[in-house]
């Protein structure tokens, strides 16, 4: 028995020290991956001006309202609802109201 807990513990031990070098891995490469050496990569959007005359720029391409008033109208045209969501929405939506159920008549 002894051996057992012992074993485990080391085994949760090395567990453990992995994932912490996992996470630390991880940070390193998202703070290479957005650039904060670069100090002209610090903004990923920036808005500029006031309501009726915004700049937008997103990792310094600009956009201007022109271009966002033709894709709305674009997909307001197209009216799309995705298919392949609305049927994993109902999906959830039934799996939670049988699982509600369900504990419901183990609890009772």
Same mark, same amino acid.
Do not use: W
């Given at each position: 028995?002894?051996?057992?807990?012992?074993?485990?513990?080391?085994?949760?031990?090395?567990?453990?020290?992995?994932?912490?070098?996992?996470?630390?891995?991880?940070?390193?490469?998202?703070? /290479?991956? *957005?650039?904060? =050496?670069?100090?002209?990569?610090? $903004?990923?959007? !920036?808005?500029? @001006?006031?309501?009726?005359?915004?700049?937008?720029?997103?990792?310094?391409?600009?956009?201007?309202?022109?271009?966002?008033?033709? /894709?709305? *109208?674009?997909? =307001?045209?197209?009216?799309?609802? $995705?298919?392949? !969501?609305?049927? @994993?929405?109902?999906?959830?939506?039934?799996?939670?109201?049988?699982?509600?159920?369900?504990?419901?008549?183990?609890?009772?």
């Amino acid at each position: 028995m002894k051996m057992f807990i012992f074993k485990s513990f080391c085994l949760f031990s090395l567990l453990f020290i992995a994932v912490l070098t996992g996470m630390q891995m991880a940070n390193n490469g998202i703070q /290479k991956m *957005k650039g904060y =050496e670069d100090p002209q990569k610090n $903004n990923v959007i !920036s808005l500029q @001006g006031e309501d009726q005359n915004q700049h937008a720029a997103i990792l310094e391409n600009d956009l201007s309202s022109h271009d966002m008033n033709a /894709k709305k *109208k674009k997909l =307001e045209e197209l009216s799309a609802v $995705n298919f392949f !969501s609305s049927i @994993g929405r109902k999906m959830s939506d039934g799996l939670t109201n049988a699982s509600a159920k369900m504990i419901d008549q183990i609890t009772k």
